[in-house]
């Protein structure tokens, strides 16, 4: 079996489950839509997660902000 292109495997965490649940104001990053984003470094070594955006507040790497 190939890889996955990155697109389609990050499609397929977002934007594909979102559909199926019928949340039509999640999946994609744009106006009007809510979302909760995680920023990962793509590397030989692995992923890493470098910041996790939830509900405004950051919650990895960076100091702890109340949620909005």
């Known amino acids: 079996a190939g890889v996955c292109p990155l697109p389609a495997a990050v499609a397929m965490l977002t934007a594909t ?3 199926v649940f019928g949340l039509a104001d999640r ?3 744009a106006p009007g ?9 793509l590397d030989a ?6 910041l ?3 509900a405004g507040a950051r ?9 909005t």
Do not use: K, W, Y
Request: glycine share 10%.
């Open 33 to 41: 839509m809510r979302a909760d984003l995680c920023l990962a470094a």
């Open 59 to 67: 919650r990895v790497g960076q100091p702890q902000v109340p949620a």
């Open 45 to 50: 070594a692995g992923p890493e997660v470098t």
């Open 17 to 19: 489950p979102a559909r």
């Open 52 to 54: 996790v955006l939830s």
């Open 27 to 29: 999946g994609v990053i």
